[in-house]
């Protein structure tokens, strides 16, 4: 009876070494069939090109490498490297030098990187640079010592001496990660555990890094000696003149009537100045009308109230701006499941606005004012009467549109700790006139900004 028994698990085992053996190879034949469908690496030696490199057991020689692979969202990876060599020990490993990388989107956006050194593997398509990391999107650059580029879950994670360049802004950082799927970048701090959460410590969580000065002094916006008026008896704004450079969070703070509002409908050409200019890239605007500038300088409006189709779903009023804005219609989708993935509103997706939160109304407005691609967003008290868990999700927000898209942003508030924790400058409306600008920090040190607006006991940071 034990003879039988031991020989039924001996079969048993046989039978289990059988079938392992078995599913192993077909699933790694599967496996390696996917790849080849998606992907082509050619290695160049003495003219002749090897597909089958893993065949040859080439030791540490010379060889031009190009790479070629398409993501599930068929956008194209391409990697070539001006020489490389293959470790003999572990072929799926190729040391490259001098080395250039793109990733193309579908919709012809283009991300660029170049590096001196690199390391490419090709089982898992991991490719880390090292050495002069810089990479290139639209305007942005952002260069490293190291960037860990894992194209199959659409990451790039840059670490080490981290700094970020747009047309005229330099910032740096610890470690930022990129989703290279949305766009979304995520500046992280090594020391940021350290950091309490709380009210004063807010600005340090939420921005990790603030603009000082701007490597050009070319400004984007300027307002010259503006002056606005009600029935000639009431004055808004009494000769006000700002200049704004591109990519800049500018906070607009101010005892209630102070013109912050005025000031915004000024821009955007709902209000005319009874006197002086506005101009955009040195470019008067004036005398246009609302519609000109915002499709011509693509001016978005972030509205306090409203803004959406209250008996709309969430995804039909990003479809309702979608349809009227962009051009190419097989775009629209991939574009409506962009921003709703980007502004983390997939579980309300379906459900109509006006059952919507206060948070989540503000995070749809804003996506459906990011649609016609703006230069400029102008927001309207974003950060009123919310939940301070809310709040934090929103500057996070706010602050990524800075960092993502190199936007030029102008927030007015009633908010003072929350938008100082967010904006680059910030001015101090009062009787018309601007009575006090600067940083964050400098501002609450500034005598005439504490007494017209923050008072004595005001305290930030």
């Known amino acids: 009876m034990y003879k039988t028994l031991i020989q039924l698990v001996l079969l048993l085992i046989l039978i289990l070494i059988i079938f392992f053996i078995f599913n192993k190879y077909f699933y790694t034949k599967d496996k390696i069939d996917e790849v080849k469908n998606t992907s082509s690496l050619k290695i ?243 005398d246009l009308p609302i519609y000109v500038r915002t499709k011509k300088f693509k001016i978005s409006i972030i509205p306090q109230f409203g803004g959406l189709f209250a008996s709309l779903t969430t995804e039909e009023n990003i479809r309702a701006v979608a349809e009227i804005l962009i051009k190419d219609k097989s775009f629209i989708d991939i574009k409506i499941n962009e921003l709703i993935a980007k502004f983390e509103l997939d579980s309300v997706k379906k459900i109509e606005a006006k059952y919507l939160s206060g948070g989540q109304k503000r995070r749809l407005v804003i996506a459906m004012g990011l649609i016609s691609k703006p230069d400029i967003i102008l927001m309207d008290e974003p950060l009123a009467a919310l939940d301070p868990q809310t709040i934090q999700m929103l500057q996070n927000t706010i602050v990524k549109l800075q960092t993502d898209l190199n936007l030029t942003i102008i927030i007015t508030d009633h908010q003072a700790r929350d938008l100082l924790a967010i904006c680059d400058k910030a001015i101090i409306l009062s009787n018309s006139k601007i009575v006090a600008s600067g940083s964050p920090n400098d501002l609450i040190k500034d005598e005439s900004a504490n007494k017209f607006y923050f008072g004595d006991n005001f305290q930030f940071n």
Request: aromatic fraction near 8%; hydrophobic fraction near 35%.
């Open 44 to 286: 160049e030696k003495n003219n002749s090109i090897n597909d089958e490199p893993n065949e040859k057991n080439i030791d540490n020689e010379i060889i031009n490498l190009t790479y070629e692979k398409f993501d599930s969202n068929n956008n194209k990876y391409f990697i070539k490297a001006k020489k490389g060599i293959l470790d003999s020990k572990n072929p799926n490993i190729i040391y490259m030098d001098v080395v250039e990388a793109s990733l193309t989107y579908i919709n012809d956006d283009k991300l660029i990187i170049y590096s001196k050194e690199a390391i490419f593997n090709k089982e898992t398509f991991k490719t880390t640079f090292r050495d002069n990391v810089k990479l290139i999107y639209q305007e942005q650059i952002l260069e490293s010592d190291i960037l860990e580029f894992q194209i199959d879950k659409n990451i790039a994670i840059f670490k080490d001496n981290v700094k970020y360049y747009n047309q005229n802004i330099e910032a740096s950082a610890d470690i930022v990660e990129i989703n290279l799927i949305t766009k979304e970048i995520n500046i992280k701090s090594k020391n940021q555990k350290k950091i309490r959460v709380n009210k004063k410590k807010l600005m340090a969580i939420v921005k990790k890094f603030r603009i000082i000065s701007h490597k050009q002094e070319k400004n984007y916006i300027s307002l010259e000696n503006i002056s606005v008026s009600f029935k000639k008896s009431h004055q808004i704004l009494d000769n006000v003149s700002l200049n704004i450079p591109k990519g800049q969070i500018l906070g607009l703070l101010g005892p209630n009537g102070a013109g912050k509002s005025t000031l915004m409908n000024v821009i955007s050409g709902l209000i005319k100045p009874n006197y002086g200019k506005v101009k955009i890239n040195n470019k008067d605007i004036s």
